[in-house]
């Protein structure tokens, strides 16, 4: 690309290695299965093999080129060169026969269907391959070697493949290579050269596309001879091909569409123009082709044949006449399994045969055969066997595009069907076959059987389909016998014989759903790809290696914690930068704007630390805490053209809010590193002094001097009824704010800030309304050693910005009002990272003794009262008759005191109104019980809870709601939280109010069963929220409930009319379930000693059994397993909670 050669916006293709034994006999030759290694990744004597082998094929390649050299100096010493016609033609490289590396160097040993390097060794995974190339050793195994190539020397001709790896990698940009008929399989280079008969033009020109075939009609011109009709007495077939000669003559010469055609080793193509269908296989009839638009998919990366099936079937006829007029039939037909026929022209079939099994109705990697493009119509498939059978039952499994994004359900409409039944071939007509079940099934996610009232004996069988009007819709497999039940261990009344049966269950279980979760990956366009070197191929075996271990009795739980690790695996990349080598966690993928240089993002920093230190191995969060606090986003400036300018001039570490100290401490109290620790203390000092330094309030004699201050914007909140109520009072630079009354509904009369921020129509008027003041100035330079700094009233971003390509792109510009509010989500966070600091220098002067070590614990912990009881005093009220800017008219008064925000009391362009109390209940107000900050012996604040369970306040149906329900703005419908729900702090409130329970309540009388229930009724809505398709997105909506179905039902992420889920970029890591379900549910609590407690929250009658295992707790793995009945022949229950360190009970 750099170079031009391969077009900028050309996507290279996946390069995987595969399995070459067959799936299923008459079918696939080649699936796809691991993908392939890095070359850093690769072991020291992996490498000299497989660097000896390319220096042989060098080698072969230079002897070529001399011998080329021989001849080409022979015709001109002969005085012929100039008029003598050489075709230079080349055959598709290197073969990807013996495995991923070629020739079996150690007899074979890395020939598995999975694996991994690990340490510099191989760890097979899988079942060995058995096929002729995996066991094709002439000396008895032990592998062809750079150093006994003296004894294989002779035939090393063909003993030098070079394997899939290299194989696929010498025909990139192309997709497969030799053997197959993709691009990287047939795209040829071809040179003709013939100085007499052919004049350069002196530049490139690009040729209409030419075939072997063509070789000889084009010599039979040059040598003025015609073909003959006939050869002795037979008579001779047609020439296939046309003479390239008139285009070499005139390389500007035009030549008109025609179909080519390819057949190899069961592998077909055909193309006209930029048209090009493929197929693995020949061997199913119908083909079941892949189609490619050549002219903006050159690398088949994009199949597009569901979208022109007319195209398809079209092409198809046309390479089955040519199959027929050349004999390209090499495969008999006599198989072992039945044709198929169907009802939908052109459709592919042989999904229907291809014996996968799917793990969803929307699983994207089985094959489907679609209905579509017929909708509400009565379509049929059917079976012809060799022989007639006696079937019993048939079982379908139904494609349900339900769950798609409305960008693709609208392209096809694909859903399950209305009705189905079954026919059979009987007396020489179609006949309904009676079935046991009154209604045929139509469930998704299964098979849906239907068990004949007696055995039928037929030769063909049907399934005649009723689809929904205006929908389409397809089917994943289809069987004739229901499978046998598989055995399960039963449970046993033995402790550590449950722990191994509930063991393997638990892993089964991972398994089973991250083969789910894979198959959602272009589910699609809002779904995302991994962001790193994990993927589709080798992320299973990564989670069962990292990841601890959960199951428990209800499925919804266990698949949702299993998602967001599957969720987790997509954000996680390497990332270089300043010559260092980092793990870093994304966000979302790509490189938005308001990120740090490697994609990843400050704001969700915190919760991401405490899901992530739940992992078995550190090193990832280790790397990932040491690029914020000591890699380049600690000193480097965040990039503003493309976000909001002149606000706060600031690291990438401090673009949004986070607490990123207190929460490396939660990792430190599960993997404890004393060495790590003491390295990364001085830099998260300098964390710590940023965030005093540019958002410290620095105004003596107001309430809020000594606190933190912050945008919306920037505490990762887009905009807030809070910061709403600070412009309405504001004069000054924001006065216009309320100059002007509406004219329009539905805000007619009133005041024009109603419509800004907290409406959905309203961002775009306030936009127009700070671009007034002309905002685009870019901040000022600055240094933290000298910060002077100061925002202007507006801030803005331009009509343009530079991608990550440097490349200037075009935008809507925006504004936005700088008005700064003290809230208790920073301010907590502040604490917490000051109560970290602390902790750690005690644990510390502890260790070593040291007297300087103390003294900054000594300090830290002075700070840390101070910013408490600033908080207390500054931000806890009791709301009185003295308030104003109050709005509860429609759904009732505010009485109880909260946690509330107050106008910033160093703001410059408010007209002097500072302090200003905004008075509505947020859920940031719980802020502070997420860190243990109010005292332990003042129930005054306990009151504030009453909110979470009312649904006037942030109890909603669907899920908690980020603004008391009962205020005048509350507004789910505004891209604000203005009491849309979010996930991000949902994570704070969730483990907020576990504390309380653990920290605070407990200490002064019962936790009560109702306490635990309405947590539980909490996280299960949000459970619940994941949706079927599991997904987590950016925000939710917690009143309507439009993530349902009319009628109830599934989640779907579809139709805006039908809501979703989620909103926004979905698998958003953003928010935590791992540790909400670790330590706040199941209440497994860590410490900085060498022991832990387990203090569960969940009510009494919700599950049955819950198992927590593979937990790496201080280097012991810990397992955990409860079950509420322990034995089925003793009466009651015997509710018992067993715990194991390293196996032992």
């Not at 000051?834 to 070593?848: I, V």
């Amino acid at each position: 690309k750099k170079l031009g050669v391969v077009p900028q916006q050309q996507q290279l293709p996946a390069v995987d290695s595969f399995h070459n034994q067959s799936i299923m006999p008459g079918l696939q030759t080649g699936k796809t299965r691991i993908g392939l290694p890095a070359w850093n990744d690769l072991p020291d004597d992996v490498k000299k093999e497989t660097l000896f082998r390319r220096s042989m094929y060098n080698a072969q390649i230079t002897s070529m080129d001399d011998n080329i050299g021989r001849i080409v100096r022979m015709l001109k010493a002969e005085g012929a060169y100039e008029n003598t016609l050489i075709l230079f033609v080349s055959d598709n490289g290197c073969s990807g026969e013996m495995g991923v590396f070629g020739t079996h160097f150690k007899g074979g040993m890395y020939d598995f269907t999975a694996g991994k390097f690990e340490k510099g060794k191989f760890i097979p995974g899988g079942e060995k391959e058995t096929d002729a190339w995996a066991v094709k050793d002439k000396l008895g195994g032990v592998g062809y070697q750079k150093d006994n190539y003296e004894k294989w020397k002779k035939f090393s001709g063909w003993a030098t493949s070079q394997g899939q790896g290299w194989a696929a990698y010498s025909n990139t940009p192309f997709r497969k290579f030799k053997k197959f008929v993709h691009e990287g399989g047939i795209a040829s280079p071809f040179i003709a050269h013939w100085p007499k008969g052919l004049k350069s033009k002196n530049k490139i020109i690009s040729h209409p596309y030419f075939h072997f075939i063509d070789i000889m009609p084009t010599l039979l011109e040059v040598a003025g001879i015609e073909y003959p009709d006939h050869y002795q007495d037979k008579k001779r077939a047609s020439l296939e091909g046309t003479s390239m000669l008139p285009y070499l003559v005139d390389p500007e010469k035009s030549i008109l569409d025609r179909s080519l055609f390819w057949q190899h080793e069961t592998h077909s193509a055909a193309r006209n123009g930029n048209w090009k269908i493929v197929t693995d296989n020949d061997r199913a009839s119908p083909i079941d082709w892949e189609l490619y638009d050549l002219s903006n998919d050159r690398s088949e990366a994009h199949d597009i044949s569901d979208q022109h099936p007319e195209i398809v079937s079209a092409m198809d006829d046309e390479w089955q006449n040519f199959a027929n007029r050349v004999h390209a039939k090499p495969f008999p037909e006599d198989r072992d399994f039945p044709t198929v026929r169907t009802s939908v022209n052109g459709a592919k079939v042989a999904a229907l045969l291809d014996g996968w099994e799917p793990k969803t109705s929307s699983d994207q990697r089985v094959p489907r055969f679609s209905f579509h493009p017929k909708k509400g119509s009565t379509e049929w498939f059917e079976y012809e066997f060799e022989v007639p059978q006696e079937i019993t039952t048939v079982g379908v499994y139904w494609f349900d595009e339900a769950q798609a994004a409305a960008s693709f359900r609208n392209e096809r409409k694909e859903i399950l069907p209305q009705s189905w039944r079954v026919l059979a071939w009987v007396d020489n007509e179609w006949s309904e076959v009676d079935v046991q079940e009154r209604d045929p099934g139509i469930e998704r996610d299964q098979y849906n059987y239907v068990t004949f009232e007696r055995p039928i004996y037929t030769q063909k069988i049907r399934v005649e389909v009723q689809l929904h009007a205006e929908l389409s819709g397809g089917v994943l497999g289809c069987r004739f016998q229901a499978p046998v039940e598989k055995y399960r261990e039963p449970e046993s009344d033995d402790p550590d014989h449950e722990l191994q049966r509930i063991k393997a269950l638990a892993k089964g279980t991972l398994d089973d759903d991250v083969d789910e979760f894979n198959g959602y990956s272009h589910l699609n366009g809002n779904r995302p790809e991994f962001d790193g070197w994990l993927n589709k191929q080798n992320n299973k075996p990564f989670l069962q290696e990292s990841i601890p271990k959960f199951l428990c009795s209800h499925e919804d739980y266990t698949e949702v914690f299993n998602y967001r690790w599957w969720m987790i695996t997509k954000h996680l990349k390497r990332w270089e930068e300043d010559n260092k080598n980092y793990f870093v966690f994304t966000e979302f993928p790509g490189f938005p704007g308001w990120a740090s240089n490697s994609g990843a993002i400050p704001a969700p920093a915190g919760h991401q630390f405490y899901d992530l230190r739940w992992m078995r191995d550190p090193q990832y969060l280790k790397s990932y805490a040491e690029y914020w606090l000591s890699g380049p986003p600690s000193h480097e400036m965040q990039y503003q053209n493309n976000c909001w300018l002149s606000t706060l001039p600031r690291p990438q570490s401090h673009h949004y809010t986070s607490w990123m100290i207190d929460a490396s401490e939660a990792m430190l109290k599960i993997h404890p590193d004393a060495q790590w620790r003491d390295r990364l203390l001085p830099s998260m000092e300098r964390h710590q002094e940023i965030w005093d330094l540019i958002f410290g309030v620095n105004a003596p004699q107001t309430t809020t001097h000594g606190l933190y201050k912050c945008l919306d914007m920037y505490d990762a909140n887009e905009f807030t009824i809070s910061t709403t109520l600070g412009l309405i009072a504001s004069e000054g630079s924001f006065s216009d704010y309320t100059a002007e009354l509406n004219r329009e509904d539905p805000y007619k009369g009133e005041e024009r800030w109603r419509r800004y921020f907290t409406d959905g129509k309203g961002w775009q008027a306030a936009f127009n309304e700070g671009l007034k003041s002309k905002p685009f100035v870019y901040p000022q330079a600055y240094e933290l050693d000298n910060y002077q700094t100061q925002p202007q009233p507006f801030g803005g971003n331009h009509d343009w910005y530079i991608d990550k390509d440097g490349e200037r792109k075009t935008k809507n510009p925006n504004s936005y009002p700088n008005c700064f509010t003290v809230r208790p989500s920073l301010n907590c966070y502040m604490y917490g990272n000051l109560h970290s600091l602390a902790n750690l220098y005690s644990l510390q002067a502890a260790e070593d003794g040291g007297h300087s070590s103390k003294q900054k614990a000594d300090v830290y912990a002075k700070r840390a009262s101070e910013l408490q009881k600033n908080i207390l005093d500054s931000l806890w009220h009791h709301p009185s008759a003295e308030d104003t800017f109050v709005f509860y008219k429609k759904r009732g008064a505010i009485d109880d005191p909260f946690f509330y925000s107050r106008l910033a009391g160093d703001n410059l362009h408010t007209g002097g109104v500072v302090d200003q109390l905004s008075l509505v209940r947020e859920t940031v107000g719980y802020t502070p019980w997420y860190f243990s900050m109010l005292p332990h012996d003042d129930s005054q604040y306990d009151i504030a809870w009453k909110q979470f369970g009312d649904e006037m306040g942030f109890r909603q149906p669907f899920g908690m709601s980020t603004t008391e329900y009962r205020h005048d703005f509350f507004n789910e419908m505004s891209y604000g939280w203005n009491g849309r729900g979010w996930p991000f702090q949902n994570s704070v409130v969730y483990k907020a109010y576990a504390k309380y329970l653990r920290d605070y309540k407990a200490t002064r009388s019962a936790i009560s069963e109702e306490d635990r229930q309405l947590l539980y009724d909490h996280v299960t809505q949000y459970v619940e929220l994941h949706g079927r398709r599991r997904s987590i997105g950016e925000w939710y909506l917690p009143r309507t409930g439009g993530y349902r179905m009319p009628g109830g039902g599934d989640v779907v992420q579809s139709l805006p009319a039908m809501g979703k889920g989620f909103g926004d970029v979905q698998d958003y890591f953003h928010s935590t379930f791992p540790d909400v379900l670790i330590e706040d549910l199941i209440g497994f609590q860590g410490s900085h000693g060498d022991s832990f407690e387990i203090h569960p929250l969940l009510p009494k009658t919700k599950w049955k059994f819950f198992y927590l295992g593979d937990l790496r707790y201080h280097g012991h793995d810990i397992d955990i397993l409860w079950k509420e009945d322990w034995s089925s022949t003793t009466p009651g229950m015997q509710s018992k909670l067993f715990v194991w360190v390293d196996g032992k009970r």
